[in-house]
């Protein structure tokens, strides 16, 4: 079965610092990973996802991530940090087979002082 | 990218009524829909997987006469809450994919259900 761990329940950063919000998998075979972000009272955007190819995957609003399998870590990270960015962050794994759901992490949340 | 449309948004019943949650894939052909239920600031947990003209598949814990899913067509997937309780007050989010999106899931904005 497969599993996402995010240890921290909070991340805080000024603005204008980087910003790393961590997530570990286990997943059997090959895994497919993603990020989503959440802002309150709505539903998830999509920002980036790993499937295959070069380690460091780029996404939305200057966001990437590296894929690290030795590690099984898929950390989120963003050069400088925005005040907009405060929001609630999920890693997600699923399976390599087609038709299997997202298992999320319980989510860190990432709070940007200005 | 693709949207996925959630009705209503906010919904309010009273206790032992039965309320409705629509899902729709307004772009693409959702062959497979998710359904996930959210407590405040809390992870989401998968309820259920239905495909297409098949029965829903239930996560362990998930009461099926509770919660019924159909999934009638590519582009709708319902989620009823029957006889609903305080306790199943909560936000809940659909999301699809379709195997032409890749393996990217579309989510859909959400309802939040509150049972009075």
């Known amino acids: 079965a497969q599993s996402v761990a995010q240890p921290e329940d909070q991340v805080n950063v000024a603005e204008g610092n980087p910003l790393t919000v961590k997530c570990t998998y286990s997943?059997?075979?090959?895994?497919?990973l993603f990020w989503y972000v959440q802002y309150p009272n709505r539903g998830l955007q999509f920002l980036l996802k790993?499937?295959?190819?070069?380690?460091l995957v780029k996404g939305s609003y200057g966001f990437e991530a590296e894929f690290n399998k030795s590690q099984t870590s898929f950390h989120l990270k963003k050069p400088s940090a925005l005040v907009s960015d405060s929001a609630l962050y999920f890693c997600a794994v699923r399976a390599n087979q087609a038709g299997t759901a997202l298992i999320f992490g319980k989510g860190t949340t990432l709070s940007v002082s200005s | 990218g693709a949207v996925v449309s959630q009705h209503p948004s906010w919904v309010i019943c009273k206790s032992g009524t039965s309320v409705k949650i629509e899902c729709r894939s307004l772009?693409?052909?959702?062959?497979?829909m998710f359904w996930y239920r959210q407590f405040p600031k809390q992870s989401l947990m998968l309820m259920a997987t239905?495909?297409?003209?098949?029965?829903?598949?239930?996560e362990q814990g998930v009461e099926k006469d509770k919660f019924l899913i159909n999934h009638a067509s590519l582009t709708l997937s319902t989620l009823t809450v029957t006889s609903a309780h305080p306790e199943d007050s909560s936000f809940y989010i659909c999301s699809a994919s379709n195997l032409l999106s890749g393996n990217t899931i579309y989510f859909g904005e959400g309802s939040w259900l509150t049972v009075v």
């Open positions: 997943v059997s075979g090959n895994p497919y």
């Open positions: 772009d693409f052909q959702a062959t497979t």
């Open positions: 239905s495909n297409e003209g098949s029965k829903a598949t239930y």
């Open positions: 790993y499937i295959t190819g070069d380690n």
